[in-house]
């Protein structure tokens, strides 16, 4: 079953711009988790956020988290072309056995 | 830093065969997880594991059975391959116990298989 919905599927900037991925959620969670995946490889934890939070910071990311509208986005300030990858939100919701449920992903291109 | 490793980057077999995924992690986690990925569908949970000779169906367990004997490794078999599991299989180790909520998961570089 899949909770999480990122969006856009896909993106492409320039280095050194920011780039806004989103992530829409249906039911009560627990908390949400940002992955990165560079292509062909594993998933690499970034950020979990709980639901009594509104924002967090790790270096150059952000994310914030609007449960009355179940969604969070990911910002990632100043890009480089080594944050091109795929990314994906998964939500541990709250009748979900702890177990998380994942997005599709949006995939960033980062253009030098 | 956790290491989870996985025992094969690409796999090809044949239709029929029997196909262990091997995957050991290093830092004493509890819980261990199997996946695969498919491209536009995200994560799939196949099976996992909370604690040695324990196992939970996950969403899509239909063709594969898992083996955990020992706290560190967590085994996929699929027991007659086919098409169909052709796919990117990734597993995942988690810490601490399921008390409250669901914990970050650290990842293997997966293994891609192909069956022909």
């Known amino acids: 079953s899949q909770q999480g919905e990122e969006d856009p599927q896909a993106l492409s900037i320039q280095e050194g711009e920011n780039a806004t991925m989103n992530c829409s959620y249906k039911?009560?969670?627990?908390?949400l988790q940002w992955y990165r995946q560079n292509s062909g490889r594993g998933l690499v934890h970034l950020i979990l956020?709980?639901?009594n939070e509104r924002e967090k910071h790790s270096g150059r990311l952000r994310v914030t988290l609007d449960t009355s509208k179940k969604s969070s986005s990911l910002l990632i300030t100043a890009s480089r072309a080594a944050d091109t990858a795929s990314y994906f939100c998964?939500?541990?919701?709250?009748?979900?056995?702890?177990?998380?449920?994942w997005g599709a992903g949006t995939k960033l291109i980062i253009k030098p | 830093d956790v290491k989870v490793t996985q025992s094969s980057r690409y796999l090809v077999k044949r239709t029929g065969e029997k196909v262990f995924l091997e995957c050991v992690q290093d830092?004493?986690?509890?819980?261990m997880f199997w996946y695969r990925q498919d491209p536009g569908l995200g994560l799939r949970l196949i099976y996992f594991?909370?604690?040695?000779?324990?196992?939970e169906k996950g969403d899509i367990p239909e063709g594969y059975s898992v083996s955990r004997e020992k706290k560190e490794r967590f085994s996929l078999i699929l027991e007659s391959a086919s098409t169909n599991q052709t796919s990117m299989y990734l597993c995942?180790?988690?810490?601490?116990?399921?008390?409250?909520?669901?914990?970050?998961?650290?990842f293997g570089s997966g293994t891609q298989l192909s069956v022909l």
């Open positions: 995942a180790s988690s810490f601490p116990p399921r008390l409250v909520e669901a914990e970050k998961l650290f």
């Open positions: 830092m004493d986690h509890e819980n």
């Open positions: 594991s909370y604690d040695v000779k324990m196992k």
């Open positions: 039911t009560s969670i627990n908390n």
């Open positions: 956020i709980r639901s």
């Open positions: 998964a939500t541990d919701g709250m009748d979900s056995n702890y177990q998380l449920i």
